[in-house]
């Protein structure tokens, strides 16, 4: 049972554009999310995260939006630069489980020059 | 930010022998420590939950008896794969959480271990 999902695997964007990364999740009690950054065969570094009490965070070039009566999310990153490829993971965690993770499927992005 | 490390990096070991793997908090103090395993192309699924002194948690499906995990100071666990098999071949990955409160950046994953079993 998937309670978090991203449908699609993989993204190509031109360097300068906006890269949209969606993210759906199915578990209500989730109240926290997080977007991960993972590059092979290395752990995830943590890019940023947003609480249900708030539909949008911004951190630079990266900014986290929340819908939650869609239970979906999006990591908007803008420009795209070519150090952004790497693989993407949302993550949802709820109160009371400390800070246990449930992780996306990943999307795949490719920053193209 | 805080380092966590791992080690080592890669293992190749024989169908039926045991295998470590270490997890590291360098600069910070561990309450929490977390063992994820990332299979090819899937997501990181979440393994076991250990606090220190203390038993591990582990998720549905996965073997306390194959997987044992030891977390004995506040900047190290360890997992160890008993009687390693070929499907337990995987990118094995830990975490740790110095959270005191609710802040839940405060988990840290280290660089992982790619575990390949003949």
């Known amino acids: 049972d998937q309670q978090v999902k991203q449908n699609s695997p993989s993204l190509s964007v031109q360097e300068g554009r906006i890269s949209i990364l969606n993210c759906d999740y199915t578990?209500?009690?989730?109240?926290?999310f997080l977007w991960y950054k993972k590059y092979p065969a290395e752990g995830p570094t943590f890019l940023i995260s947003?609480?249900?009490?708030?539909d949008k965070n911004e951190d630079g070039r990266f900014t986290v939006f929340l819908n939650k009566s869609a239970k979906h999310l999006s990591l908007h990153i803008v420009p795209s630069q070519p150090g952004d490829s790497a693989v993407y993971f949302c993550?949802?965690?709820?109160?009371?489980?400390?800070?246990?993770?449930?992780f996306g499927t990943g999307t795949r992005l490719q920053v193209t020059l | 930010g805080a380092v966590v490390s791992q080690h080592p990096s890669w293992v190749i070991c024989k169908s039926g022998t045991s295998v470590k793997i270490e997890c590291r908090s360098l600069?910070?103090?561990?309450?929490?420590m977390f063992w994820y395993r990332q299979f090819p192309k899937q997501s990181l699924m979440l393994m076991a939950t250990?606090?220190?002194?203390?038993?591990?948690?582990?998720e549905q499906g996965v073997e306390k008896d194959k997987f044992l995990i030891n977390h004995a100071s506040l900047t190290l666990s360890t997992l160890t794969v008993t009687s390693a098999h070929p499907e337990d071949s995987s990118f094995y990955i830990c975490?740790?959480?110095?959270?005191?409160?609710?802040?839940?950046?405060?988990?840290?994953f280290g660089p992982g271990t790619r575990l390949t079993v003949l």
């Open positions: 975490s740790a959480d110095s959270r005191t409160g609710w802040d839940y950046n405060e988990q840290f």
């Open positions: 578990n209500s009690m989730f109240d926290y």
């Open positions: 947003i609480s249900s009490i708030k």
């Open positions: 993550a949802a965690s709820y109160t009371g489980t400390a800070s246990k993770l449930t």
């Open positions: 600069d910070f103090q561990a309450t929490t």
């Open positions: 250990s606090n220190e002194g203390s038993k591990a948690t582990y």
